[in-house]
């Protein structure tokens, strides 16, 4: 907040906190940038952020501004890394927060992170959709501040990687990749850049790319989708709030929305464990997922400048990171054992 304040609803009376949210890697590729064939391709790595995913730029003002303003509880609806953030905040704000999340659809460690900083976690027997519809309707009855990313604080939060990107690399890159669920993303980020252009940060605005996993894709398909699925329960989303900001990002951009599959979900999200070092959630590996899908379909990128998305950390999913081969036996003590299992001998 202290960085950007002059870009942010920032007032005298907006306690100025951090949990150390924000100024995120922006990692060079070296491996899939030869697939991608563009001349650079960047990771902003946003699942190094203070819970582990971007949503921690847009909370900490949104909870700044609740606390100003009076708010003594939150509440939010959540795939599980808003709910992180939101508890986290919350806690180091000292407010009460109250988590509704899908219940049985929520990635183990965020589920463990709202309940360590103690929220008040509500499972609901049903999908995102049906939580933000609960819990928007709490706010309007009750003194509980709503912070999903229908609270413009939010956004404001959130667009600062924008700001980021531009002074890293000197101007806007040519083209944008990010995951897109609930569609609060896409929009702050393209909010960031047009408003960096305006003040003279940027000569050009970036293309921007958004991509959602084919089960749970309302913005493709140009409708709501009432059963979203996908292994990237970050994105399980059929009716996104933020709607109309992600056909503005990509209409306005000259870019597109478009779908990938699961596989190919998860293909990007082994492929960047294994070919780059950088462990993400599958959600966040849409976004690599998509370009290297129109790179095959012969999209071309030479001479651009490309950075993608990378919205959460892998560890927020224990589970299906896991799920692969890495129960390993364990082995006798001894030197010609480990040789063994490492088939040197
Ligand atoms: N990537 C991750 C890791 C996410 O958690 C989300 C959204 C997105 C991408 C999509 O961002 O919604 O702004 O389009 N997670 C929300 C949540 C919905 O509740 O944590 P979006």
């Not at 050009?204 to 329960?233: C, D, H, S």
């Not at 779908?259 to 959600?283: H, K, M, N």
Request: glycine share 12%; charged share 20%.
């Amino acid at each position: 907040m202290r960085r950007w304040a002059k870009y942010l609803p920032i007032t005298s009376d907006t306690p100025m906190v951090s949990l150390g949210e924000g100024d995120t890697p922006l990692v060079r590729s070296r491996h899939i940038v030869q697939r991608v064939g563009c001349e650079e391709l960047y990771f902003k790595l946003e699942g190094c952020n203070p819970t582990g995913s971007f949503k921690d730029r847009g909370m900490v003002v949104a909870v700044a501004k609740a606390v100003e303003s009076g708010a003594k509880a939150l509440i939010c609806a959540s795939t599980g890394n808003t709910s992180a953030s939101a508890a986290a905040y919350g806690a180091h704000l000292g407010l009460l927060t109250t988590v509704m999340v899908p219940a049985g659809n929520v990635a183990r460690g965020k589920l463990a992170q709202a309940v360590m900083y103690g929220a008040r976690v509500v499972a609901v027997e049903g999908g995102f959709d049906v939580c933000l519809h609960l819990a928007r309707t709490v706010a309007d009855n009750h003194p509980v501040r709503l912070v999903n990313s229908t609270n413009p604080h939010r956004l404001e939060g959130q667009k600062t990687a924008a700001f980021e990107i531009i002074q890293e690399v000197g101007g806007a890159p040519d083209g944008v990749f990010i995951p897109v669920g609930n569609a609060g993303n896409i929009t702050a980020y393209w909010k960031g850049f047009v408003e960096a252009h305006a003040a003279g940060m940027s000569g050009r605005r970036p293309r921007m790319f958004g991509f959602q996993a084919e089960g749970a894709a309302p913005l493709v398909l140009g409708q709501p989708v009432a059963e979203p699925k996908t292994v990237a329960t970050a994105i399980r989303i059929g009716n996104p709030a933020s709607w109309k900001g992600a056909v503005a990002a990509r209409d306005e951009s000259g870019g597109t929305i478009e779908a990938v599959s699961d596989q190919e979900i998860l293909d990007a999200y082994r492929l960047l464990a294994r070919g780059e070092g950088v462990f993400c959630e599958p959600a966040s590996a849409a976004c690599v997922a998509g370009l290297l899908k129109m790179a095959g379909r012969g999209v071309r990128f030479d001479r651009q400048r490309l950075v993608c998305i990378i919205t959460g950390s892998g560890l927020k999913d224990p589970d299906l990171a896991s799920a692969g081969d890495t129960k390993a036996r364990p082995v006798p003590a001894e030197l010609d054992a480990v040789e063994r299992a490492m088939g040197l001998v």
